[in-house]
């Protein structure tokens, strides 16, 4: 009877021990799509500059593509890209930056270890002159002898170089200052100055001011800005499956604008705090393709003539700008678009 007892015994532990592997089998059966389906987040430091220039980003942004393809992005908002790439990306704040290129390109001639991913917006009729019309301008020639103001050493200054010299008129013929770019609108509204040179969303943010005061100055053609992507080797080199991320949401970005321009128009517009009327009239003339190309050096090189010419730079030395340009993580998920030779 003892025996039987303990042979009973020891069946029904071993039944329970059965019992107890095979539920944790099944439940670590059950974990394993869930743990298959998890997908590795990297996270980013990125600092946006608040410009139409940054319009893929906004778009990403907004339709969640960092998110999906397993980026969580850390945004901190500047008011120009010279200001994100100065005091955020240089001062160790950021990993990634996007700024238009004159400060990229004046940034060049000294040794800050930086490199150009790519460029995603290009328009030649993105920056304005904005002026007073009771301080007797009407036309561009009239700025000779006003008070003209703009951010130094950025894309800004160098669409009123240019537009100056389109109109004949030296730069010691009128009065320049510079400023912050949010400081320009209350300049303009206060008198302090007669005009200023730059983009949305301060131009309309002066035309708000001055409703019935102002006149608008442009000139298509006149200078095709590029605004790129920044970043550095290292942290390239150390989280490149972050970097590959953040541009592949860019691409996604892109197909989204080109599918949906409405709606990608309004979720720029909204997030500059601009109406989708100051967008939809240039919207033609505005591209936004990720890309890396050859045509690029030439600007670089344009801008930084200007700016050895102007004084804005101590070495009169133009940089390699083929060694600031990085092609490989774009070209390991969009080949096509790059066609640099390096």
Not at 9 to 28: D, F, Y
Not at 298 to 311: N, T
Request: overall charge negative.
């Amino acid at each position: 009877m003892r025996d039987l007892k303990h042979i009973w015994v020891c069946r029904t532990a071993a039944s329970i021990i059965l019992l107890t592997a095979l539920t944790m089998l099944l439940a670590a059966c059950d974990s394993k799509p869930e743990q298959a389906g998890e997908k590795e987040i990297y996270s980013l430091r990125l600092a946006l500059a608040m410009q139409p220039g940054s319009a893929l980003v906004m778009v990403a942004e907004n339709q969640g593509f960092f998110e999906q393809n397993g980026l969580r992005l850390e945004i901190s908002e500047h008011p120009s890209g010279k200001r994100a790439l100065h005091d955020s990306f240089f001062a160790g704040k950021s990993d990634i930056v996007i700024s238009a290129d004159v400060p990229v390109a004046l940034a060049s001639f000294t040794e800050i270890p930086f490199v150009i991913l790519g460029s995603i917006f290009s328009a030649n009729n993105i920056n304005r002159l904005i002026a007073r019309t009771d301080a007797a301008i009407s036309t561009p020639t009239d700025l000779k002898g006003k008070k003209i103001a703009t951010q130094k050493a950025s894309a800004v200054h160098f669409f009123l170089h240019l537009f100056l010299v389109e109109h004949g008129i030296h730069e010691k013929e009128l009065e320049l200052s510079f400023f912050k770019a949010e400081q320009l609108p209350d300049k303009l509204a206060s008198g302090a100055i007669d005009a200023f040179s730059m983009r949305e969303p301060y131009i309309s943010l002066a035309r708000d001011k001055l409703p019935d005061e102002h006149i608008v100055f442009e000139k298509p053609g006149l200078y095709q800005q590029r605004d790129v992507v920044i970043s550095n080797r290292d942290f390239i080199k150390n989280h490149p499956s972050a970097v590959r991320l953040f541009l592949k949401s860019l691409l996604d970005a892109e197909i989204y604008v080109q599918n949906n321009p409405k709606a990608a128009i309004n979720i720029i517009s909204k997030r500059l705090g601009v109406t989708p009327s100051s967008l939809e009239k240039n919207w033609p003339e505005i591209s936004m393709e990720v890309s890396l190309d050859q045509s690029m050096l030439l600007v670089l090189e344009d801008i930084s003539r200007w700016a050895i010419h102007g004084g804005l730079v101590e070495n009169r030395s133009l940089p390699d700008f083929l060694k600031r340009m990085h092609g490989q993580a774009l070209k390991e998920i969009s080949p096509d678009a790059v066609t640099i030779i390096q």
